[in-house]
């Protein structure tokens, strides 16, 4: 199930099950959005992009789906697996004179043997 | 080559040392970032360079002091740090400005200030 609280967001999923992993994001002119994976110890790892103009966007074993009426993006791990244990960031192109980076607040996706 | 290298993995410093943080990338990128991440938080952004130009200091504290050599290079100087300063420091690097392209991490330094 997935708990929210004073620390960081947790999901637990049995392993082969899928995971949906949701991120709502600030600025409705975000035209670029990024799903990273962070294990510990370590910087964050690309996952999946998806542009404005694209409501859904398919990797291998992923998927993100984009709706941006309600500036919502959630990320979709099929059959999950004991490796993608990890914490999920969203990650939101915001143009402020240059471009920069937002990230979300992070999920971490426990998977149950 | 698609890495960007930071150096060192680990420091501890006290607060009244000067020590710097390295960042290298060599996929021609033009644009390269300094965030701060601390436990269970998601990365913050403090600097952005464009083109070897600052161009976004998100009201970041002087004791952090951003440089930029090269197109390839990116330093972050420390001095007289607080112990609230302690957090993974993070280097990245894209493009540039242009839409559509992806930000590129580093492992971090895991920066330790007594």
């Known amino acids: 199930g997935e708990s929210v609280g004073l620390h960081l967001p947790t999901l637990s999923v049995q392993e082969g099950d899928n995971s949906i992993i949701n991120c709502a994001y600030s600025n409705s002119a975000s035209d670029y959005f990024i799903w990273y994976k962070q294990e510990s110890g370590k910087g964050p790892q690309f996952i999946i992009d998806?542009?404005?103009?694209?409501d859904k966007r398919q990797g291998q074993r992923v998927t993100v789906l984009l709706n941006k009426t309600v500036k919502h993006l959630s990320l979709q791990i099929a059959a999950t697996q004991p490796g993608d244990s990890a914490v999920y960031f969203c990650a939101e192109k915001v143009a402020s004179g240059t471009y920069k980076y937002i990230f979300g607040t992070g999920t971490r996706l426990k998977v149950l043997a | 080559d698609t890495e960007v290298t930071q150096t060192p993995k680990h420091l501890v410093m006290g607060m009244t040392n000067k020590k710097s943080l390295k960042c290298e990338q060599h996929m021609g990128h033009r644009a390269m970032y300094w965030y701060k991440q601390k436990a269970k938080k998601p990365p913050e952004l403090m600097f952005v360079?464009?083109?070897?130009?600052?161009?976004i200091n998100e009201s970041v504290p002087s004791r952090f002091s951003p440089e930029c050599p090269n197109s390839s290079l990116l330093n972050l100087h420390l001095h007289a740090l607080q112990p609230e300063d302690s957090a993974l420091y993070l280097c990245a690097s894209s493009q540039g400005a242009v839409p559509g392209e992806k930000l590129f991490f580093g492992s971090g330094t895991q920066l330790s200030v007594l």
């Open positions: 998806i542009r404005s103009n694209m």
């Open positions: 360079y464009s083109y070897e130009k600052l161009s």
